[in-house]
C-alpha cells in the first residue's frame, strides 16, 4: 500500500475536507461552534506522540485527544474545543514513521517515547522482518 502512513488530520478528517491547518482549524471552529462552544488556543508546548497509527497530543482539559502531523503541527481537541499551537515532534519523526509502518497492525503502531532500537526489537515481537528496508 503505497499510500500507507501514520495518519494525521488530513487522513482521519478527509471526509470532513480537511487538506491543510487552514481547513483543519475551520472544520474544528466549524464543529465546536456547532455545539455552543468557543475555541480556545493553547500556545503551551505539547509533545506529539504515536496512537494506533496517528499522531496525536493529549488534551488535559477533558482528558480527549487531538489529531495532528508533521506538516499541520497544530492538534485540535473536539471535544472541548482547545487548540494545541505548539506541537513539538521528535527530531528523528520521519525515521519513527518508517519503523511503525512496517508493522501490518495499525493498532500496533504506537510511540511515545521509545527509541528506535526499542521499536525495531518490538517490530521482531510484532513479527516483521527488518532485513530490507
Ligand atoms: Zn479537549
Not at 481547513?23 to 480556545?40: C, F, L, M, N, P
Not at 519523526?93 to 503502531?109: G, H, M, N, P
Amino acid at each position: 500500500m503505497s499510500d500507507d502512513c501514520i495518519l494525521g488530520p488530513c487522513e482521519g478528517m478527509a471526509h470532513a475536507g480537511v487538506t491543510d491547518t487552514d481547513s483543519y482549524r475551520d472544520v474544528h471552529r466549524k464543529v465546536i461552534a456547532s455545539k455552543g462552544q468557543v475555541e480556545y488556543e493553547d500556545q503551551d508546548q505539547k509533545r506529539a506522540y504515536i496512537n494506533h497509527g496517528r499522531w496525536v497530543v493529549d488534551c488535559p482539559k477533558c482528558n480527549g485527544a487531538g489529531l495532528t502531523s508533521r506538516t499541520i503541527k497544530v492538534a485540535c481537541c473536539f471535544d472541548c474545543g482547545s487548540v494545541y499551537t505548539t506541537v513539538s515532534f521528535p527530531r528523528n519523526a520521519k525515521k519513527i514513521e518508517d519503523v511503525l509502518l512496517r508493522r501490518t497492525d495499525e493498532a500496533s503502531r504506537n510511540w511515545t517515547t521509545e527509541s528506535i532500537k526499542e521499536l525495531l526489537e518490538e517490530n521482531k515481537i510484532h513479527g516483521v522482518s527488518d532485513g530490507v528496508d
